[in-house]
């Protein structure tokens, strides 16, 4: 008996082209390195559009952001979560605005105010630029019990006036006193205080500042001395300005 013979078939299959060989992959490539590029050109015309001052703040937001400064919500196990400082958003944008403002001032009063800059101090804080402007024996902002300045105390708060008169900042007010009490029962230094912050604001005004940006106009007595330890020096008798950055809480 013979075997039956099996007959073998070979299929030949037609290869196709190129494209055939690679498959699509080559088009998502493409695709992601055309949008890549778009986002990259798209970059470079908003960095070259933005101010100075954006760019600075753009910058300082880099330089201090850290992801590990806070921990954010996380499902990893023992990981918490911890909400950033209230200040923080304050230390990110405004930071460099703030060193500017203080470094401009400090460069005003030194040029205009030589002889009186031992009375001046400006200082940045969580909430922008706190301007002081403190009395000196001999050299006194109002005389004792007066809410007229003096020449000197009419020069200083004209001159910072004149070197915050183009900012943008809302501004805040505050007189403040000694532990010194003020002779008159009804006219206490509550209302020395306040009346002093108010004749400051209208010598900022007359100085170019803007009145809209005036938030506040306080007067704390010696409820807030600068010099805790003696409540009767006569440098706790001052003129305060807050210049408040952006993200300041002013109503506080």
């Known amino acids: 008996m013979q075997k ?37 050109f798209l970059l470079m015309w908003l960095i070259s559009a933005a101010s100075q001052e954006q760019k600075e703040h753009l910058a300082g937001y880099f330089k201090e952001f850290s992801l590990f400064d806070y921990k954010g919500v996380s499902d990893a196990p023992g990981m918490t979560e911890q909400a950033p400082p209230e200040h923080q958003s304050a230390t990110i944008g405004d930071t460099a605005s703030d060193e500017e403002i203080v470094e401009m001032l400090n460069k005003h009063i030194e040029e205009k105010l030589e002889d009186l800059k031992d009375q001046i101090t400006v200082e940045s804080s969580d909430q922008g630029v706190r301007i002081e402007a403190t009395h000196k024996e001999n050299k006194a902002l109002f005389d004792s019990g007066s809410t007229i300045p003096t020449a000197v105390g009419q020069k200083i708060l004209s001159e910072i006036g004149l070197g915050i008169k183009d900012l ?4 805040a007010i505050e007189g403040h006193t000694d532990a010194v009490q003020y002779s008159g029962e009804q006219y206490t230094n509550w209302e020395l205080s306040t009346d002093r912050a108010s004749t400051a604001r209208r010598v900022l005004t007359q100085s170019g500042v803007n009145p809209e940006r005036i938030e506040r106009v306080s007067g704390y007595a010696s409820s807030k001395l600068l010099n805790k330890t003696d ?22």
């Open 168 to 171: 943008k900042n809302k501004i």
């Open 4 to 40: 039956s013979e099996k007959s073998v078939i070979i299929k030949k299959v037609k290869k196709g082209g190129h494209g055939g060989h690679h498959g699509g992959s080559w088009k998502v490539a493409y695709a992601d390195f055309v949008t890549a590029m778009m986002a990259f």
């Open 231 to 252: 409540p009767k020096d006569p440098k706790n008798r001052r003129i305060s300005i807050m210049l408040f950055n952006e993200s300041a809480k002013t109503h506080e």
